[in-house]
């Protein structure tokens, strides 16, 4: 079993920054892998960077520029640091893992339980 928790979450004005956190526990497979994804209230669920083992990174076209994703320390924790944050940004975010119990997968398979982003 895997277990994501995210923390950093916050109300912040506009232009202003956050970094978010998530940190795993159980059976961590650090060859697959993490990503943030955010979800705004009436939207669907978006990925908003992925991270791969060999230090691959994605971002939606949206946060390019102001958002960097990391991947740290032994236990593979998950950062987020948000610069310049608009009221667009405003979500729940979530912390992914791309694996189940026998291998990486393409969709995540593991989630966290979100942290709100607030942003006034």
């Known amino acids: 079993h895997v277990q994501l928790v995210e923390s950093g979450g916050g109300s912040v004005q506009a232009g202003g920054s956050l970094k978010l956190s998530c940190t795993a526990s159980g059976y961590i497979r650090k060859n697959c892998e993490m990503a943030w994804y955010r979800q705004a209230p009436g939207k669907e669920r978006e990925m908003v960077s992925t991270?791969?083992?060999?230090?691959?990174?994605r971002y939606v076209d949206s946060v390019k520029g102001r958002f960097t994703i990391s991947r740290v320390g032994i236990k593979n924790t998950l950062t987020l640091q948000m610069n310049s944050l608009n009221t667009e940004d405003m979500a729940v975010y979530y912390c992914a893992a791309y694996w189940n119990v026998l291998r990486c997968t393409i969709a995540p398979g593991y989630w966290g339980q979100g942290t709100q982003v607030t942003v006034s």
């Open positions: 991270i791969s083992s060999d230090g691959t990174i």
